[in-house]
């Protein structure tokens, strides 16, 4: 999961002024963890303490709520009672990577990944973004490459991932919903050499970036055998003490 919130911290300072190259300060002035880091600790909770994941949502959204959470989201958050409110929205996909890492098989991460979205995300295409993310985790953790996930992902969930980062940059517009975001990350991930590599390549699209390169770095991570020490050390620095030790909690539990 460190591979998401880096790709949260270094987007957030692209995601209203996007940049169309990789060749930028990889944590440069004035990024930050945004409400994509703290759903996915969020996430991590939940899954540690065999808790529920609308409670975790809350209680984090209650702790860190200055963070850009789409107004939907907020509205659900502050109201204990509500339900699910039928969205489509890439949030969903963001806060998923820990599913794919925290269990065994294919078919209980798609079950968990659903579980984790339809809690707020319960429309078919909120579920399905939560679900690619999450699976494609899995796949890259358990030993597929990048044409075996390509394969499942682009069969399975229907998302195209055969274009170009110059054909997508072409026209790709800032968009947060799972059909105009998961793709795209995902297709940075497939084109990368390495978990910064995908970061900047999907920083480098524009369109929602803290939350594109946010996905792509959480597969990246799964794929790449982790993230660089470097670069752990550097998010570790952006987060509090509780995000910190949930974060290292949940690594040393799933991930080593």
Known sequence: ML?????DIVGSIYERHNI???D????????RFTDDTVLTVAT?????????????YREY?????DRGYGPMFRKWAADGQAGPYGSLGNGSAMRVSPVGWAFDTLEEVLDEARK???????????????????AAVFMARTGSGKAEIKEYIGTTFGYRLDRSLERIREDYQPDTTCPGSVAQAITAFLLSESVE???RKAVSLGGDSDTV?????????????????????????????PLSETTRAFTERFQQ
């Open 3 to 7: 591979g998401a919130i880096a790709g």
């Open 20 to 22: 169309h190259r990789t």
């Open 24 to 31: 930028f300060p990889l944590f440069g002035e004035g990024c």
């Open 44 to 56: 991590a909770d939940a899954i540690l303490g065999g808790g529920d994941y609308a409670a975790a």
């Open 61 to 65: 959204y209650r702790r860190y709520p």
């Open 116 to 134: 984790s979205a339809e809690v707020t995300h319960n429309h078919p295409k909120g579920i399905k973004g939560a679900q690619a993310v999450a």
């Open 197 to 199: 590599d995908a970061i």
């Open 213 to 241: 390169a946010c996905v792509a770095g959480g597969i990246a991570e799964a794929l790449f055998g982790g993230v660089p020490g470097s670069i752990e050390a550097q998010v570790l620095e952006f987060l509090d003490d």
